[in-house]
């Protein structure tokens, strides 16, 4: 006969939250390459203060497709479509200091390009 060891209730540990913030930065532009050289410049201004940068992280590309016909009056089968490819990135920074946050508000990118941002 083989004996079942019962298990005790020990007292659960809680673990010690840290004061962790972090800085989610959200890219997004129509221009891949706009929206890859906007992320190298906020990784660089971020190193350059000694930050903790988490990624890129490159997220699903948004496509919306229009579709329109050709002609007005008798060619319904003639149709043409067009699309708008959205492409975004993610970009965490750990335990952000002011200067970072300075730093990150007056830098300049290209138009086309726009930085959602997050505190958490």
Known sequence: M???KKKTASPRETPTPEATSK????IRGYDHKLVDSSVKQIIDTALRFEAQVVGPVPLPTDIKK????????IDKDSREQFEMRTHKRILDIVNPNPKIVDALTNISLPSGV???????
């Open 2 to 4: 083989v004996e079942k």
């Open 23 to 26: 800085l989610r930065l959200r």
């Open 66 to 73: 229009f579709t329109v016909n050709r002609s007005p009056f």
């Open 114 to 120: 726009s930085v959602d941002v997050k505190m958490t």
